[in-house]
């Protein structure tokens, strides 16, 4: 079956730097889309960045674009959020989840996808 583990998670200074990574199993690593995603408590699930691995399509919320890299690994199976110049607002646990969509933008919307990891958390102190 469809498994994501992610690690990585941690805690840092603000404007400091983390890298997650997302090793996935059980599918077609280059068929399905790939995102990471962000809660914190008492929000809503956030979109940070999504990959389609075949084609290398990226997308990025405004919130972390030209801070945050999301990039990937075929031999390893395994899709990286690196994420600079943090801020104490990106403190949130961090999901990595998968789906099936077709298309060439990768959706940052939590719905589209359909297989989720457990998550790491990510604490960035001022």
């Known amino acids: 079956q469809v498994q994501l583990v992610e690690s990585g998670g941690g805690s840092v200074q603000a404007g400091g730097s983390l890298r997650l990574s997302c090793a996935a199993s059980?599918?077609?690593?280059?068929?399905?889309?790939t995102g990471w995603f962000r809660q914190a408590p008492g929000k809503e699930r956030e979109g940070v960045a999504a990959?389609?691995?075949?084609?290398?399509?990226?997308s990025y919320a405004d919130s972390v674009k030209g801070r945050f890299t999301i990039s990937h690994d075929k031999a390893k199976k395994t899709v990286y959020l690196h994420m600079n110049s943090l801020k104490p607002e990106d403190t949130a646990m961090y999901y990595c989840?998968?789906?099936?969509?077709?298309?060439?933008?990768?959706?940052?919307?939590?719905?589209?996808?359909?297989?989720w990891g457990q998550g790491t958390q990510v604490t960035v102190s001022s």
């Open positions: 990959i389609y691995p075949g084609a290398g399509s990226t």
């Open positions: 059980g599918y077609i690593y280059s068929t399905m889309c």
């Open positions: 989840a998968a789906g099936s969509m077709a298309g060439w933008v990768p959706p940052l919307g939590s719905s589209e996808y359909n297989y």
